[in-house]
């Protein structure tokens, strides 16, 4: 079975069917109020009363903060999280997202992955949240594929698992799925666009490709 | 069928939007049209019909590779296919009056009648008519209006015997900033060089601008021409150049008149 690459994070949308999609996986395990309440609150709470009793001072400020933040942000996850999936682009269910994944990092030491506060699972998460998968597709830049491959111990293939309704463009073709595809953006039945390559020469095809990431519903998210 | 507006939204304060542009903003994300614009555009519509979603066109003013005119003509022709091949009814939100130096427009008006689509222009108040208020126009001499760039850089010369108003002193300084200063100076030289050759060194001129957001306040300062160059200017600021020999209240320095109190 093919498995999804952890990035973009957090992604939109539910698994495909015949794919393990890594990143939906991760968000709706590890992005939940049980989750915060439960292991995060306790493993925080422990680090702070062991940085009390260091007296290092400065961990424990931090780690006071990440404790006293588990209760609001248990509260708020669950539905930013479900409104995050169907597509809804609110900044504030984006912040309380980001807020718990950091503090779910710091409990369990993982490491930030890509741009933003988004983690980094150890290998014995990853594992158990891509049982099945048996080659890891990359999805574009620093969407964590081969870092996921490499600790799985999986074939990375130069397949690419595009997401539904992105339309991948390049100087051999720009001009001419210009129109097309501009209809398509404004109708919504295509989503987002990409380029493959350094960026588009020469003036038309600049201005074929600024028109097409403008008329694009879901552009900003997906960059 | 369906159809391609564009809408002058004047060139400040919501305040200056015409009841007609107001009322088809209004009613405009009802009836899903889908709009386009520059900062001041998404600026006018957040204030006055926030549920409408203004398509950004800054990056036509970042690319490498494409020169104004030929954006202009690519913005005509992408806003031509939205309405008249992808059948969407296309709203084209311009500042000030579509009609005053807006190249863009222009070039859809020739395409629309070329191709014999019907376009729809919803006047707005011109940036002509707010700067006005800090001199005196008589009329009485006419006026003449052209952009900077046409006398410093074009080789166009004034007539020294009625008052000019030279509009975008600092337009190609910067990316569009409308407040940008930064490197305005350079385009002030040109021009206070071009001016000296048909006026004297201390002929007054005032140079006309706004405050910006939010009360887009007229400003101005009046100094003599050789003077010109001493201090940067705002993107669009304006030049008033009165007559060599006109009516003399042409000459003089108007106080602000916006209502807003104060001296700008």
Not at chain 2, 29 to 58: C, F
């Amino acid at each position: 079975m093919k498995l999804l690459p952890l990035g973009p994070f957090p992604p939109r949308g539910s698994e495909p069917q015949g794919c393990v999609d890594l990143g939906v996986r991760l968000r709706d395990s590890l992005l939940t109020a049980a989750e915060l309440r439960g292991p995060t609150r306790g493993a925080l709470a422990a680090q702070l009363q062991a940085a009390v009793k260091g007296e290092r001072w400065a961990e424990a400020a931090v780690l006071l903060e990440a404790v006293l933040d588990t209760w609001p942000l248990s509260a708020l996850v669950d539905p930013a999280r479900k409104a995050w999936a169907r597509g809804a682009r609110d900044a504030t269910d984006l912040a309380v997202l980001a807020r718990a994944a950091s503090l779910i990092s710091l409990a369990r030491g993982w490491a930030p992955f890509g741009r933003g506060p988004w983690p980094t699972p150890d290998t014995e998460t990853l594992r158990r949240l891509s049982q099945g998968a048996s080659v890891a597709l990359r999805r574009g830049p620093g969407d964590g594929a081969a870092l996921v491959a490499e600790a799985l111990g999986l074939p990375l293939s130069d397949d690419e698992a595009l997401p539904e309704g992105l339309a991948v463009l390049s100087d051999a073709d720009v001009l001419e799925r210009r129109d097309a595809l501009a209809r398509a953006l404004v109708a919504g039945r295509v989503r987002a666009v990409a380029w493959r390559g350094e960026g588009p020469t020469g003036a038309e095809a600049q201005l074929a490709w600024g028109e097409l990431q403008m008329e694009a519903p879901d552009q900003e998210a997906f960059e | 069928m369906s159809s391609l507006t564009v809408v002058g939204l004047g060139p400040a304060r919501p305040g200056h939007v015409t009841r007609e542009a107001e009322a088809l903003l209004r009613g405009a994300a009802e009836r899903g049209l889908r709009a386009y614009g520059l900062a001041h555009a998404r600026e006018m519509v957040a204030q006055l019909a926030p549920e409408l979603e203004v398509r950004a066109l800054d990056w036509l003013y970042t690319l490498p590779d494409v020169p104004r005119p030929l954006a202009y003509q690519g913005l005509a022709r992408l806003l031509m296919r939205r309405a008249f091949e992808d059948g969407v009814d296309v709203l084209y939100l311009v500042a000030g009056s579509p009609l005053y130096i807006n190249d863009a427009v222009l070039y859809l008006r020739r395409l629309c009648a070329e191709q014999g689509k019907p376009l729809r222009l919803v006047h707005g108040l011109s940036f002509v008519d707010l700067v006005l208020d800090r001199v005196y126009w008589t009329g009485h001499v006419g006026l003449q209006l052209y952009s900077a760039w046409n006398v410093a850089r074009d080789g166009l010369r004034l007539s020294p015997h009625a008052p000019a108003l030279l509009c975008q002193l600092g337009e190609f300084s910067a990316g569009g900033e409308a407040l940008d200063d930064q490197r305005s100076t350079g385009m002030l030289s040109e021009l206070r060089d071009r001016l000296l050759m048909d006026l004297p060194e201390d002929h007054p001129v005032i140079i006309l601008y706004s405050s910006g957001r939010p009360d887009y306040r007229s400003l101005a300062r009046s100094l003599p021409l050789h003077a010109l160059a001493d201090a940067p200017v705002p993107v669009y600021a304006n030049l008033w150049v009165p007559a060599k020999q006109g009516p003399p209240p042409e000459r003089e320095l108007a106080p602000p008149s916006d209502g807003l109190g104060g001296e700008a």
